[in-house]
C-alpha cells in the first residue's frame, strides 16, 4: 500500500467516549482497558503521519436544529437527549492524545452511524485520490462498521485495525473480528498496516 | 403505521439464494430450514400486498463490466469468480414464491451490500413519501444490516423482520437480533407487522 | 402551497458579494442595482419568516485544505486564488439584512456549484418533509440554476425569485428567465409567492 | 490528457432525438442541421474508441412506475405525457450511428437532467480511474450542462464538445458556448480532443 493512498480514519476519539468524565466512558470503560485502544490508536497515528498517510478525524456532531428535523429511534435518540457530543462542549472534543494537527482533516457533519452519510468524505477520499481506508475507533460493530461497509461499497480496499478499535463487549468485538473483518478482506494490526506502507 | 407509508424491502430472495440449486444455498441450507424464512417471507408479502404497502424487490445483480471495473476484494470477490447472481441467469431470478406483481418496483442494479449503494433507492422511498421501511432477506447480517444502517441515516423508521431474513448460522442470527435491532428501534415479526399496519 | 413545506433558499447572500467592499461586488454592480436584488431578497426573507416558511442559508465556504486536495479548474479556480468566501473572514459572512435567526438553518460546506453538493442539504429538505423548492442569491445562472436543477432531479417542486436573484449581466439573467424556468415549470415574483403561501 | 483516464459521456443520442420519426425531432431539427451534430459525434466517438478512451452511453429512460412515483412538473412532465424515451419503444434506442460496442457501458436509469441523478455514474467513473469528463449530446443547454456541472461539483476536469452537442436554438447554443463553457475550463472541438489525447 501506497501512504498516500491510504486514509487513516478516526472515528468519535472523542472525550466523551475516551475520557473518564465523558458521558459515554461507563459503555466502553472494560474494553477500553482490556484491547488498550488508545494507546494502539496512538501508535496507529503516529506512524501513519511518519509514513505520510492522509489522516482524517471523525468526531461526531449533534446539534439541536438536527434533532428538530430528524426524528430518528433508536441509537441515536438516546444521544439527542443526553446532550452527548454536542459541538462547543468538551465532550466534544477529540481526545488530547490524538489531536488534530493543522494539515489534516476534520470531517465536518458526522451525524449518522457511516461516516459517509450527510458528510463530504466520498469526495475527500476521491479527491485525495485514496485507494485503501483504515479503520479505527467506536464502536466497532456500529461506526466503524457501518462506515467500512459504506467504504467497500465505493470500491476501496477496507481494512479495519481492530485493536485501535473499541466495542462495547469482548463479545460483540470478537463478533467483528472473527465475522464481518474477513468479509471486508481481513483485519491488520498497527504493526502490520506500517509494514505494508511505502 | 401507515401502509401507504410503509416500504417492505425485500433483498435477494433469488434462487442462487433460495433454491436447493442455487450457488450458495449451501451457505444458507440450515439457517432456512431452521428460520422457516421462505415461509416468513411468503406470509409477509402477502398481507403486505394486502395491507397496501410498498414493495421494492432487490435482486443483486452482477455483470461483468462492472467487476472489470470495480476492484473489490471480501465478500463480493467470490461472487464475481463464480458468475453468481448473473443477470439473465436462472439464480438471479426472484423465487416464484415472491415473484413481483406488475406495479411493485424490482430495483435496478444493486451491486453492494447496501441497497441504497448505487441505486436509486433513496428516491424511490422519498418520492413514495415512505416513513417506515421493513427489510427481511439474505444476508442477515451482511446485505440486510447494511441496508437497515444506510435507511437510519437517512432518518426512517426502520424495523428488521428477523424471522424472514437468513444468516449463514444461528449464532451470527442472534448476534444481529439481539445486539443490533434494538440499535434500530426493535425488531417485528409478521404478525406484529400486520397489526401495527393501518 | 404550504409555507410549513416550503423551503426558502438563498444563496451566497456573502459580503463577497453584497458589499461594495466585496471581492466580487464589481461583477454584479450593475445588476444588483437594476434588479433590486436586495431588496426583493429582505422582503422575500421577511415575509417567508412570517408565514412560517423553512429558511435555509447557503453560503459558499473555501478553505485551504479543499483547495490542496481538489484541482479544479474553471470557474471555482479563480475563488481559490482570491481568497475569496475564506471562513472566518468579513467577505464570508451572511450580510447583516439577511443575518440567520437562531433556529434557521445555515447549509455547511457548499464548495460546489450546486447548494447538494458535498452538503447534507438534500437530507434537510427530506427530515423537514419539503415539497417545494424556492431559491433566490447569486449568480442566477450559476450556483441558482445548479441548485435548482439538483432539486429538479430530487423531485422537488422548484421555483425561482428572480428579481431575488443577480447574474453578471442583464443577458444572463434574462437567458435564465426566459430559457430556464420555464423548464422547471415557471418564476415568481415574492409577491405571487406570498399569495401562494398558507 | 491519458486516454485511459477520459471518459466520453454521450447524453441521448436517442431515436426520439435524432430521427426525423422521432417524438422530439421538430424541436432539435434545424440545430442538427446547421452544427452537423451527428457527423460530429459520430467522429468524436469513432476516434475516442481508436484512442482507447472510456464510451459511456446515457440514454434517457422513462418508466410508468416513475412517472406514478415522482409528481415532477416542467421540462419532464412533456416526455411523461407523450411516451417518449420509453423503453423496449424504438424512440429509446441509441441511433445505429453511435450503437454501443459490447465493452462500452450503457448507463441505467438516466431519470433527471443530470446523468448523475439516481443513476451510478459517479461510482463508474471512480472505479475506472477517470479525470477528464467529456460530453456531447442533447440538449446542450439542459442535460449536457447539468451533467457537466454534477462532473465539475465532483471533482473533473470538464470538457463540452458543442459542434457534437445541439440545443434548440442558435440563440440557446452560443449562451452555453460563450457563458458556460468558460466557467468550466473551456470548451474544445473534436479535433482539440483527440490532438490533446495520448
Known amino acids: 500500500m501506497k ?20 458521558k459515554l466512558f461507563a ?18 497515528l503516529d506512524e501513519a503521519r ?4 492522509q489522516i482524517i478525524h471523525c468526531p461526531f456532531t449533534l446539534d439541536k436544529k438536527w434533532i428538530e428535523a430528524n ?10 437527549d443526553n446532550d452527548i457530543f454536542s459541538p462547543g462542549n468538551w465532550g466534544h472534543q477529540i481526545i488530547d492524545e490524538l489531536a488534530p494537527w493543522e494539515n489534516e482533516i476534520v470531517l465536518e457533519g458526522k451525524r449518522g452511524l457511516s461516516a459517509f452519510s450527510h458528510t463530504n468524505l466520498a469526495q475527500i477520499l476521491h479527491f485525495r485520490k485514496i485507494k485503501n481506508v483504515i479503520i479505527a475507533g467506536f464502536l466497532t460493530n456500529i461506526c466503524v462498521q ?30 467483528v473480528e472473527t465475522q464481518i ?10 504493526e502490520e498496516l506500517i509494514s505494508a506502507l511505502n
Chains 1, 2, 3, 4 share one sequence.
Open 181 to 190: 473483518c474477513p468479509t471486508l478482506g481481513g483485519a491488520l494490526t498497527v
Open 50 to 53: 511518519r509514513k505520510g498517510c
Open 27 to 44: 459503555l466502553v470503560q472494560n474494553e477500553l482497558a482490556r484491547n488498550q485502544t488508545i494507546i494502539h490508536a496512538k501508535k496507529l
Open 146 to 175: 457501518a462506515t467500512a461497509w459504506s467504504a467497500y461499497d465505493l470500491g476501496y480496499n477496507v481494512r479495519l485495525i481492530p485493536e485501535a478499535c473499541c466495542a462495547a463487549s469482548q463479545e460483540i468485538q470478537d463478533y
Open 71 to 80: 426524528h430518528s429511534v433508536g441509537i441515536l435518540e438516546g444521544l439527542y
Open 3 to 22: 501512504a498516500s493512498e491510504t486514509a487513516i480514519i478516526l472515528i468519535e476519539f472523542q472525550n466523551d467516549f475516551c475520557n473518564p468524565e465523558g
